[in-house]
């Protein structure tokens, strides 16, 4: 069983819909949360970051976190075409043993239709 | 400021042979971590480098190896090519800090490698 797991999708949505992406997780140690945007034959784009449980807000973007249920949250407002892409989850336990090390998800396939 | 660069960006090599990949980090960053994207296992991590050192390490064999120089550009290689190592190559820098996780990376555009 993976460590982190992450509905592959496809999603599709019409523009202007919100979004939910999310991840669970098994390992209790995680304490930092990503969410990163891949277009197509591109690299990861750092959308948020986050710190132990709680909610963080960025624009149209919202990430929750909720440690007791080792569970994320991604929700896209108002989305919009432009948002289609591979959404990931990435986690890092923090402390030495961590350095530069983050563990995935397999990634959420969105398509936001006009 | 100039984001994480990566050379070359397409490489077809065929089985047995070995290749080397090139990262040019974010100025002022001095962490470097890699990773290999695939369909079947998403992005697994390599290793990460901090001041020419190796500090962390995934669960990869040895023919998979890096360095980094003191301008903080890394290199990894992979040797003795399998078809199985054709994949996306990342690369990602950070500042490195101390807290390990406290640490956001930013991800260069890949190295497409494909092994015949």
């Known amino acids: 069983q993976k460590e982190v797991e992450q509905d592959p999708g496809p999603l599709s949505v019409p523009e202007g819909a919100i979004v939910s992406l999310n991840c669970t997780y098994s390992?209790?140690?995680?304490?930092?949360f990503m969410w990163y945007r891949q277009y197509s034959r591109k690299g990861p784009e750092l959308l948020m970051y986050?710190?132990?449980?709680g909610n963080k807000e960025d624009g149209r973007f919202t990430a929750q976190v909720d440690k007791s249920s080792k569970y994320i949250s991604l929700f896209i407002r108002d989305s919009q075409p432009s948002d289609s892409a591979t959404y990931l989850c990435?986690?890092?336990?923090?402390?030495?043993?961590?350095?530069?090390?983050?563990?995935f998800g397999q990634g959420t396939i969105l398509t936001v239709h006009p | 400021k100039a984001g994480v660069t990566q050379t070359p960006r397409y490489l077809i090599k065929t089985r047995g042979q070995q290749v080397t990949l090139s990262c040019s980090p974010i100025?002022?960053?001095?962490?470097v971590s890699w990773y290999q994207q695939t369909p079947g296992q998403g992005l697994q991590f390599l290793f990460e480098?901090?001041?020419?050192?190796?500090?962390n390490k995934g669960n990869f064999p040895g023919r998979f190896s890096g360095r980094q120089f003191s301008n903080s550009r890394s290199e990894m290689n992979v040797s003795t090519l399998e078809l199985g190592d054709s994949a996306l190559y990342l690369c990602?820098?950070?500042?490195?800090?101390?807290?390990?996780?406290?640490?956001?990376?930013?991800f260069g555009p890949g190295t497409r490698l494909t092994v015949l």
């Open positions: 990602a820098s950070s500042l490195g800090l101390s807290s390990g996780g406290a640490d956001e990376q930013f």
């Open positions: 390992n209790s140690a995680f304490q930092y």
């Open positions: 986050t710190y132990s449980s």
């Open positions: 990435a986690m890092n336990k923090g402390g030495g043993t961590s350095y530069g090390k983050l563990t």
């Open positions: 100025s002022g960053h001095r962490s």
């Open positions: 480098y901090f001041s020419e050192t190796q500090r």
